[in-house]
């Protein structure tokens, strides 16, 4: 033990050194930091991570149980059944083919035209130029506001976001070629607007159609420019919705005005033109002369005091000669009082019935005188007389020594 202790006390060891013992130690200060740095970064990461895997896992699970109800029970939690779900498809769906009718609702409008809700899976669009068979200005025009139901024709589909196109002014141009046919069924006549001409006629506007008039079937002689923008009486002579074809007649439609102008009745005309001997007026299409001497029961030294051109008035066919054209009007013999067409005209104009009246009277009871003298001179004509001055056979009620026709009263002078 001894010879082993004096071993160790000869061995030499040289000192510590100062600087490697500080040396060391930071370096291992350094890798104690770094790995707690680690531990730190790896528990942040798991615990920003499990929020994020617990939702994925909650919602593959809701997915996984969802999946496995409408596998196994796939109406359970529905308030309606499936015959039901199939019969509201049933009752908003429709046809959506061109040409098809539909009805909507507008529910929006702008200068271009108006949205309209035909239950489909988009908002359908009625272009402007489709809202009426007139030309307008806006929707307005033609009454379409929001809130309007109406039935609508389908006539298109925007490509842009699969909407459809939709038209009125189709529906109008059914109802328009239905209302000529029901005119010309009842031979009516009806008034067209000159809007157009060519060589064989003139275009005419009526119930928002086109139609044609032949110059072999106006009755003026008056030029294509000169009826360019006049509106004038016509009938209808063919109606052809599938050709589209509408040919209209004056002639036959100025046949039937004059047959309705009886001596003594009263129309309603407007003032065309003056002259120094009398005013033309139109009377449905008709021009009469309004005499001066006619105007009134005092003198009429100028027309243009009493009438102008445009004015509307009455007044009372004279005579009418159909193989000329002629017609002769008359204010005078509708005024109550001399001189009230100048005085008074709006009174004329309210008694012209009444006075017509008692002017066709007038007429009958001239008649009744001129029946009378022909059966006073030639009493074997076989005739006798009625109560109302009209001829008729002899009868058994004709007394033994002839007709008493002291009673007949003497016409009144004009």
Same mark, same amino acid.
């Given at each position: 033990?001894?010879?082993?202790?004096?071993?160790?006390?000869?061995?030499?060891?040289?000192?510590?050194?100062?600087?490697?013992?500080?040396?060391?130690?930071?370096?291992?200060?350094?890798?104690?930091?770094?790995?707690?740095?680690?531990?730190?970064?790896?528990?942040?990461?798991?615990?920003?991570?499990?929020?994020?895997?617990?939702?994925?896992?909650?919602?593959?699970?809701?997915?996984?149980?969802?999946?496995?109800?409408?596998?196994?029970?796939?109406?359970?939690?529905?308030?309606?059944?499936?015959?039901?779900?199939?019969?509201?498809?049933?009752?908003?769906?429709?046809?959506?083919?061109?040409?098809?009718?539909?009805?909507?609702?507008?529910?929006?409008?702008?200068?271009?035209?108006?949205?309209?809700? /035909?239950?489909? =899976? *988009?908002? #359908?669009?009625?272009? $402007?130029?489709?809202?009426?068979?007139? !030309?307008?200005?806006? @929707?307005? &025009?033609?009454?379409?506001?929001?809130?309007?139901?109406?039935?609508?024709?389908?006539?298109?589909?925007?490509?842009?976001?699969?909407?459809?196109?939709?038209?009125?002014?189709?529906?109008?141009?059914?109802?328009?070629?239905?209302?000529?046919?029901?005119?010309?069924?009842?031979?009516?006549?009806?008034?067209?607007?000159?809007?157009?001409?060519?060589?064989?006629?003139?275009?005419?506007?009526?119930?928002?159609?086109?139609?044609?008039?032949?110059?072999?079937? /106006?009755?003026? =002689? *008056?030029? #294509?420019?000169?009826? $360019?923008?006049?509106?004038?009486?016509? !009938?209808?002579?063919? @109606?052809? &919705?599938?050709?589209?074809?509408?040919?209209?007649?004056?002639?036959?439609?100025?046949?039937?005005?004059?047959?309705?102008?009886?001596?003594?009745?009263?129309?309603?005309?407007?003032?065309?033109?003056?002259?120094?001997?009398?005013?033309?007026?139109?009377?449905?299409?008709?021009?009469?002369?309004?005499?001066?001497?006619?105007?009134?029961?005092?003198?009429?030294?100028?027309?243009?005091?009493?009438?102008?051109?445009?004015?509307?008035?009455?007044?009372?066919?004279?005579?009418?000669?159909?193989?000329?054209?002629?017609?002769?009007?008359?204010?005078?013999?509708?005024?109550?009082?001399?001189?009230?067409?100048?005085?008074?005209?709006?009174?004329?104009?309210?008694?012209?019935?009444?006075?017509?009246?008692?002017?066709?009277?007038?007429?009958?009871?001239?008649?009744?005188?001129?029946?009378?003298?022909?059966?006073?001179?030639?009493?074997?004509?076989?005739?006798?007389?009625?109560?109302?001055?009209?001829?008729?056979?002899?009868?058994?009620?004709?007394?033994?020594?002839?007709?008493?026709?002291?009673?007949?009263?003497?016409?009144?002078?004009?």
């Amino acid at each position: 033990m001894a010879s082993l202790a004096q071993q160790f006390t000869g061995l030499r060891s040289p000192p510590l050194s100062h600087t490697r013992l500080s040396t060391r130690k930071p370096i291992s200060q350094t890798r104690v930091n770094s790995r707690k740095r680690v531990i730190v970064s790896a528990v942040t990461s798991n615990a920003l991570a499990s929020p994020q895997t617990r939702e994925r896992h909650e919602l593959k699970q809701l997915f996984e149980e969802a999946y496995e109800r409408c596998r196994t029970a796939p109406m359970e939690g529905v308030s309606f059944t499936l015959e039901q779900f199939h019969a509201a498809v049933e009752k908003y769906d429709f046809n959506s083919e061109m040409g098809t009718k539909v009805k909507g609702t507008v529910f929006c409008t702008d200068a271009h035209g108006a949205l309209v809700d /035909i239950t489909a =899976k *988009s908002s #359908a669009y009625l272009p $402007l130029q489709e809202a009426c068979i007139h !030309k307008i200005k806006n @929707v307005e &025009e033609a009454g379409i506001f929001p809130g309007l139901k109406e039935e609508f024709v389908i006539i298109g589909e925007n490509q842009a976001d699969d909407s459809l196109v939709l038209s009125l002014r189709v529906i109008h141009y059914e109802l328009a070629w239905e209302r000529c046919r029901q005119l010309q069924t009842e031979d009516v006549v009806v008034k067209g607007k000159v809007v157009g001409a060519n060589k064989g006629g003139v275009v005419a506007e009526l119930e928002g159609l086109r139609g044609f008039v032949p110059f072999s079937q /106006i009755s003026s =002689k *008056s030029t #294509a420019e000169e009826l $360019l923008g006049m509106e004038i009486p016509l !009938k209808f002579v063919e @109606v052809d &919705e599938e050709q589209s074809r509408l040919v209209l007649s004056n002639r036959k439609a100025m046949a039937d005005s004059q047959a309705q102008l009886g001596i003594g009745s009263v129309v309603l005309g407007t003032v065309q033109s003056l002259k120094p001997y009398g005013a033309f007026i139109d009377i449905g299409g008709i021009n009469g002369l309004l005499h001066v001497s006619q105007i009134s029961h005092d003198r009429v030294s100028d027309i243009a005091t009493v009438l102008q051109p445009g004015d509307t008035l009455k007044v009372m066919i004279l005579s009418h000669d159909r193989e000329r054209g002629r017609v002769s009007l008359s204010t005078k013999k509708l005024e109550p009082t001399p001189g009230d067409m100048i005085r008074n005209p709006k009174l004329v104009f309210e008694k012209a019935e009444e006075m017509a009246q008692t002017f066709r009277q007038r007429i009958a009871q001239a008649e009744a005188m001129a029946r009378a003298d022909m059966l006073r001179f030639q009493p074997e004509s076989g005739l006798t007389l009625s109560s109302d001055g009209i001829l008729g056979p002899l009868t058994s009620d004709l007394p033994v020594e002839g007709l008493d026709l002291s009673d007949i009263p003497l016409a009144e002078d004009s």
